[in-house]
């Protein structure tokens, strides 16, 4: 049985948290019900300590309505506690906020997308790495997967390799020394959770010139989502067999 650990970096609205549960529940259901996963919680944006990366064959890290770019205490040490988990090895997946906090623990560069917000279901483009990737091969070329967020993975750290793009974003995904990854969609929403987001950001997207409704009709069930959480479950099989 393997034992994940979520590091929660945030909570989402109030009235969807009351209906749906919050993003550590999202990513459970992501594991599927048939998978042996034991995960523990840590909420680090409300101050809880990481334990040693040692104790877990796996690691995730959630999204966030905060930005990496404010440089918050818990934020920051949590980058540092990221560099130890990928260098021992530890398989590592950063969700959105996860995926940017990555990068800039590495010495990559974060900041708003220039081409501004990006929400709704989008298709995602592997390139020619990320088709042999062990986490986005399984696709086979371009996939939908649900989107929302303002700022962007803008440089990669030394070491990184692209995997993948949208429309709008130039770093959809990345791996980093073969252990870690980070996914600027969200594996962890469903069809329901992102139309919710769509429409909190109405306003936003309306003032960029964006057909909402439009959004919210091409909002749909991808099923990519339990894919990336497969893939990287058998990662973590294969890294503790290796241990073992």
């Known amino acids: 049985m393997n034992r994940i650990l979520i590091v929660k970096t945030g909570t989402t609205f109030a009235t969807l948290k009351a209906i749906r549960g919050d993003f550590d529940a999202w990513v459970m259901n992501g594991f599927g019900r ?6 523990d919680v840590v909420d680090v944006a409300r101050g809880a300590a990481l334990p040693s990366p040692s104790e877990y064959s796996g690691v995730i890290v959630t999204g966030s309505h905060q930005m990496v770019t404010d440089h918050a205490d818990w934020s920051e040490r949590t980058a540092e506690w990221l560099t130890q ?38 298709v995602v483009m592997p390139n020619a790495f990320g088709t042999q990737d062990a986490l986005l091969s399984g696709f086979q070329g371009p996939f939908k997967a649900h989107m929302c967020h303002r700022q962007s993975v803008l440089a990669l750290p030394k070491g990184a390799v692209p995997l993948a793009t949208t429309r709008k974003e130039g770093c959809a995904a990345f791996s980093l020394h073969e252990v870690a990854w980070g996914v600027q969609f969200h594996p962890e929403f469903d069809c329901w959770i992102e139309k919710a987001y769509v429409a ?38 294969e890294r503790v067999k290796l241990v073992c």
């Open 200 to 237: 909190r950001n109405s306003e936003e997207l309306a003032a960029q010139g964006e057909d909402v409704q439009g959004v919210l009709s091409n909002c749909m069930e991808t099923g990519s989502g339990h894919e990336i959480f497969r893939r990287f479950l058998a990662v973590v099989d």
């Open 34 to 39: 048939d998978r042996r996963v034991v995960a």
């Open 85 to 122: 988990a990928v260098r021992m090895e530890v398989p590592t997946l950063g969700v959105c906020y996860g995926h940017q906090l990555l990068a800039y623990a590495f010495g990559g560069k974060v900041g708003d997308n220039p081409n501004g917000l990006e929400v709704g279901t989008v």
